[in-house]
T-cell receptor
Framework: AQSVAQPEDQVNVAEGNPLTVKCTYS??????LFWYVQYPNRGLQFLLK??????LVKGSYGFEAEFNKSQTSFHLKKPSALVSDSALYFC??????????FGAGTRLFVKA | DSGVTQTPKHLITATGQRVTLRCSPR?????VYWYQQSLDQGLQFLIQ???????AKGNILERFSAQQFPDLHSELNLSSLELGDSALYFC?????????????FGPGTRLTVL
């Protein structure tokens, strides 16, 4: 079955430290990969996507993600976390076809 | 603000009832998606429309139906409601139907079934 895993329910980092939110996927073919962020009482906001090309993708608000085909991972990173980055982060994959499969989400807490 | 609007924001109803959720996509977007977000199931893809035509179906129950109208707004109809249908329902839109399109989400409709 096709799936997306976000192995950590919550990630805690101190402000100014680098952060990583992990995502692994299990789909057939070449998936298109996305990261979205959800702030309280808001809809999801697009951060970045990987379609093809350079494995390091840069997105909004200083976030970037690294695609690793051999490890089937697409981890979200930021060199220096801000308190305002605290939110719920979702990894999503679109395998062949039109469905979108979302991970369960990882809550990021950045402490001042 | 994503440009996607959803009405109503909140809806409280009783089991067995029928409700309609409405979504207006961003200007210029032809694709509309519906999602259900609940604590136990996470974010589940329900259905996608592109320019009035159904494009993909996900975990949508037979009691649920949707359509996209000529003006591109979409409605999600939920009938014979059960307690377990209580959730946050999101609409999203994108320019095209292809899987490389990022989606823009509305603020959601919170449905409570009593």
């Amino acid at each position: 079955a096709q799936s997306v895993a976000q192995p950590e329910d919550q990630v805690n980092v101190a402000e100014g430290n680098p952060l990583t939110v992990k995502c692994t996927y299990s789909v057939s073919g070449n998936p298109y990969l996305f990261w979205y962020v959800q702030y309280p009482n808001r809809g999801l906001q697009f951060l970045l996507k990987y379609i093809t090309g350079d494995n390091l993708v840069k997105g909004s608000y200083g976030f970037e993600a690294e695609f690793n085909k051999s490890q089937t991972s697409f981890h979200l990173k930021k060199p220096s976390a801000l308190v305002s980055d605290s939110a719920l982060y979702f990894c999503a994959v679109r395998p062949g076809g039109f469905k979108t499969i979302f991970g369960a989400g990882t809550r990021l807490f950045v402490k001042a | 603000d994503s440009g996607v609007t959803q009405t109503p924001k909140h809806l409280i109803t009783a089991t067995g009832q029928r409700v309609t959720l409405r979504c207006s996509p961003r200007s210029g977007d032809l694709s509309v998606y519906w999602y259900q977000q609940s604590l136990d199931q996470g974010l589940q893809f329900l259905i996608q429309y592109y320019n009035g035509e159904e494009r993909a179906k996900g975990n949508i129950l037979e009691r649920f139906s949707a359509q996209q109208f000529p003006d591109l707004h979409s409605e999600l109809n939920l009938s014979s409601l059960e307690l377990g249908d209580s959730a946050l329902y999101f609409c999203a839109s994108s320019v095209g139907a292809g899987r490389d399109n990022e989606q823009f989400f509305g603020p959601g409709t919170r449905l409570t079934v009593l």
